[in-house]
């Protein structure tokens, strides 16, 4: 059974910073691109960043390019988002996935495994 669970989520002020973690387990995690996903009330589901199995390929969201840092540990099966200059916009419930398109940072068909997501929460 595939699990794949977020932590590291949080309030803090603008400017800080926070760094997002994300374990999978049950698959072979070296064979999986990885990603991080957001979503703000009232608004889309937003591909943030996404990392190729390797770690060679990767691609942001525009406006968090400059800011946040997706790694990944496949040793440790952990994916990493370190995300500093958060701004209030930033606010939204992440959610970490197995499988993404990674040019685009893009949900497809094969993007089946989520977590149940970390609530990042910036203020003013």
């Known amino acids: 059974q595939v699990q794949v669970v977020e932590s590291g989520g949080g309030l803090v002020q603008a400017g800080g910073s926070l760094r997002l973690s994300c374990t999978a387990s049950?698959?072979?995690?070296?064979?999986?691109?990885m990603g991080w996903f957001r979503q703000a009330p009232g608004k889309e589901r937003e591909g943030v960043a996404c990392i190729s199995a390797s770690g060679r390929l990767i691609d942001y969201l525009d406006s968090v390019k400059g800011r946040f840092t997706i790694s990944r540990d496949n040793a440790k099966n952990i994916v990493y988002l370190q995300m500093n200059s958060l701004k209030p916009e930033d606010t939204a419930m992440y959610y970490c996935?197995?499988?993404?398109?990674?040019?685009?940072?893009?949900?497809?068909?094969?993007?089946?495994?989520w977590g149940r997501g970390t609530q990042v929460t910036v203020s003013s």
């Open positions: 996935a197995a499988d993404p398109k990674v040019v685009g940072c893009a949900v497809v068909g094969g993007t089946n495994y």
């Open positions: 049950g698959l072979t995690f070296d064979d999986y691109a």
